[in-house]
């Protein structure tokens, strides 16, 4: 078939498409002027769970997963600020890490709040001045983000969806040789993450190491100052326009950052959820196998528990199979409820980080 056939094909295709996406807004506005009424929630991760799994078992054609989710989470994105735009808040500035695991779930329509700090985001959560926020808290290689635990502690809010990046460091500036440089700006976790590199270039020695709230205002901070680098993503170094000197400069190839997403209401079942409870358990031989026992007993598998001191006290981050309302999880949650602080219930996205 010659190409400008192929072409009038496509746009004929592209006409139906949006045709087709037209007719599923108008429904979209249907249900959220429903849900503005009864109070439901907009942003519901099983229901969109369910749809791509089902598209993805009945797709026939050339869309793979990763097309099918790409083109999709961003159909969502633009129906959920059809039925109420609603402000997702982000450890900031642009171009931060977590403001791409946003991106990846609220896609480019939405409202976003970047801010300083991650106890900034639960604040802005816990007031109402956003409905969701997105937080960093574990990576492969640097584990438990302690602002995002002890933001927990202090606010009553509730994990509703989970989301992972992979992480790569660039090492930006605008000086021509490593020898120039005086300061170093990035988040102490990317500091962390980079230890390799900075030994191996001997800029321990010869630089001083800033921690920043977030590399991307590393980015920032080294644009606008003499003699300094920052240790960023890429898409942030090209965001701020800053010559990119090393990429991927992190310890472990597969560096990968586990993101959730908070808000103040708590997810139905999907049948494939995952739970996240903190635990303080008393300082008394034996408690934490009990503990333990008891899930075994009730058949719940725990997929991860990681010891935290959070303020001098030992606590612990765990994740398991189930969601809240099971039955056996029930159980467990009224036994131990001066000992638990139940933190979500969400469809299962990550296996592990």
Do not use: W
Not at 72 to 91: C, D, M, Q, Y
Not at 98 to 105: G, I, L, N, V, Y
Not at 180 to 189: A, E, F, G, Q, T
Request: proline residues 3%; neutral net charge.
């Amino acid at each position: 078939m010659p190409l400008n056939k192929l072409r009038v094909e496509i746009d004929s295709l592209d006409d139906q498409l949006l045709g087709l996406l037209n007719r599923r807004m108008e429904i979209v506005k249907k249900v959220g002027e429903f849900k503005n009424r009864s109070g439901g929630a907009i942003y519901r991760p099983e229901r969109e769970k369910e749809i791509i799994s089902r598209l993805c078992k009945n797709s026939e054609g050339l869309m793979n997963q990763e097309a099918i989710e790409a083109i999709f989470l961003e159909i969502f994105a633009v129906s959920r600020n059809l039925e109420l735009p609603e402000k997702v808040a982000h450890l900031g500035p642009r171009g931060s890490f977590t403001e791409q695991a946003a991106e990846s779930r609220f896609g480019s329509m939405s409202e976003y709040i970047a801010l300083g700090s991650i106890p900034s985001v639960f604040k802005e959560v816990a007031t109402k001045r956003a409905k969701f926020g997105v937080v960093p808290i574990e990576n492969s290689s640097s584990g438990i983000v302690g602002d995002t635990l002890s933001s927990f502690i202090q606010y009553d809010l509730k994990i509703v969806a989970e989301v992972a990046l992979d992480i790569h460091h660039s090492f930006v500036s605008t000086v021509q040789k490593l020898e120039d440089l005086k300061i170093i700006y990035s988040k102490d976790i990317a500091f962390e993450q980079c230890k390799t590199f900075l030994d191996d270039h001997n800029l321990y020695d010869r630089c001083e190491l800033i921690p920043v709230e977030s590399t991307a205002k590393a980015a920032i901070l080294s644009k606008n100052n003499k003699n300094t680098a920052a240790i960023c993503s890429h898409i942030a170094a090209k965001m701020y326009n800053i010559p990119v000197m090393f990429k991927n400069i992190e310890d472990i190839g597969n560096n990968r950052t586990r993101f959730l997403i908070i808000s103040d209401f708590e997810n139905g079942q999907s049948g494939n959820d995952k739970s996240t409870i903190l635990v303080n358990l008393p300082n008394k031989p034996g408690a934490l196998v009990k503990f333990l026992n008891d899930f075994e007993k009730a058949n719940i598998n725990l997929t991860k528990i990681k010891s935290h001191i959070q303020k001098g006290v030992s606590m612990f981050f765990i994740d398991f199979n189930a969601h809240q309302k099971d039955k056996n999880v029930q159980k467990i949650l009224k036994k131990y409820k001066n000992e638990i602080k139940f933190l979500g219930s969400y469809v299962k996205e990550i296996d592990d980080v």
